[in-house]
């Protein structure tokens, strides 16, 4: 009947405004991200940001990445016995098992096949396949601004390959950057991750929401 159609079309009409409240939410900070990774770290050879935190003045240093980081190879993983330890290739998550290729040391994964522009932090212990790369930050250096570094750079300009996209250590370690203190990155370090759990949250609340509306369809409709 027309009245069980109005309520029906109600509830969904609900969640729908819900699913949109949580993904615009999650699309303005995204593009928020963006934009303050541009304000806060050196762009066009300047050597001091846009935007800095209260009492940090000083130049930023131009550095080599591989003065940075380290690069790490990843391996195949197929002759692993099942466990707890996630395999990571470009695209997130595949499997786990029982040996790490670091056991304490957080890193910054980057495609070196494939998909090269999206690096993402690695947490130990992990594994990863031969397609990424794991770079762990060397000890003045803090994991989350090094992450910021690899969000800021261009890595399709770095592209070595005709076919495939494809990433070389060499290519890696030769890519200028800037950096300050490390009191500077850490404070740099702590705001984009706080982001990245602000968009994370939303993320989740949008794709829950779109889950429950999909099994409700279901049970709402013979």
């Not at 409240?21 to 699309?27: A, E, N, V, W």
């Not at 304000?39 to 003045?57: C, I, S, V, W, Y």
């Not at 692993?80 to 996630?86: K, M």
Request: glycine share 8%; with cysteine; proline share 4%.
């Amino acid at each position: 009947k027309y009245e069980e159609q109005e309520k029906i079309g109600e509830y969904f009409s609900k969640l729908d405004t819900l699913i949109t409240l949580h993904q615009r939410k999650c699309d303005k900070l995204i593009q928020f991200k963006a934009a303050m990774l541009k304000k806060m770290f050196p762009q066009n050879g300047a050597d001091k940001p846009e935007l800095r935190f209260k009492g940090f003045t000083d130049a930023w240093e131009q550095r080599e990445l591989g003065e940075v980081i380290i690069v790490g190879n990843g391996m195949d993983y197929k002759d692993l016995n099942e466990g707890d330890i996630p395999v990571y290739g470009t695209g997130g998550y595949m499997i786990s098992v029982d040996k790490a290729l670091s056991y304490k040391k957080d890193a910054v994964g980057i495609g070196r096949k494939g998909t090269i522009d999206n690096p993402y932090v690695l947490k130990a212990p992990f594994w990863t396949v031969d397609t990424l790369f794991y770079c762990i930050p060397k000890e003045t250096y803090d994991i989350n601004f090094v992450f910021g570094i690899f969000q800021n750079i261009d890595w399709k300009k770095k592209d070595e390959s005709t076919g495939v996209p494809s990433l070389s250590k060499i290519n890696i370690n030769s890519t200028d950057v800037k950096s300050p203190s490390l009191t500077e990155q850490r404070k740099i370090g702590q705001y984009f991750t706080h982001l990245d759990r602000l968009i994370t949250l939303h993320q989740r609340k949008c794709d829950k929401y779109k889950s429950i509306k999909a099994g409700l369809i279901r049970k709402f409709f013979p």
